[in-house]
């Protein structure tokens, strides 16, 4: 978040966040709670902007962590495509574009891109 941020500093670009919990198997219960709660076992992130320049008209990042991530993991190794996103978390993300480019921002997996926020 602190390399998303300083992305906007840098650039003045706009970007768009989505991030969330994924729950997969058994996860584990959140110790001490006086009610229960259900830990995901991983979070997402996809990092999206607009960019005419680009030949699909936006430039997308998206990274999957597991809960046990070490806080200091190098994000660079999380990088995947917004499909794995969906296929993990349930979710259909772009579903309002036509399907063809859909599935062509969602098989993307810019490493250009992502290297901003993977420093």
Do not use: C
């Amino acid at each position: 978040e602190d390399n998303i941020r300083a992305y906007i500093g840098e650039t003045g670009e706009a970007v768009y966040v989505m991030t969330g919990p994924v729950y997969e198997g058994e996860s584990m219960e959140l110790p001490g709670a006086d009610e229960p709660h259900r830990v995901p076992t991983g979070y997402w992130k996809i990092v999206a902007n607009d960019r005419a320049d680009q030949p699909l008209g936006v430039r997308v990042a998206a990274f999957y962590f597991d809960q046990d991530t070490e806080r200091d993991a190098e994000l660079k190794n999380h990088l995947v495509d917004i499909d794995e996103v969906e296929r993990r978390s349930g979710l259909d993300f772009f579903y309002e574009l036509a399907s063809g480019l859909e599935d062509k921002i969602e098989q993307q997996k810019d490493d250009r891109f992502a290297r901003h926020f993977t420093k």
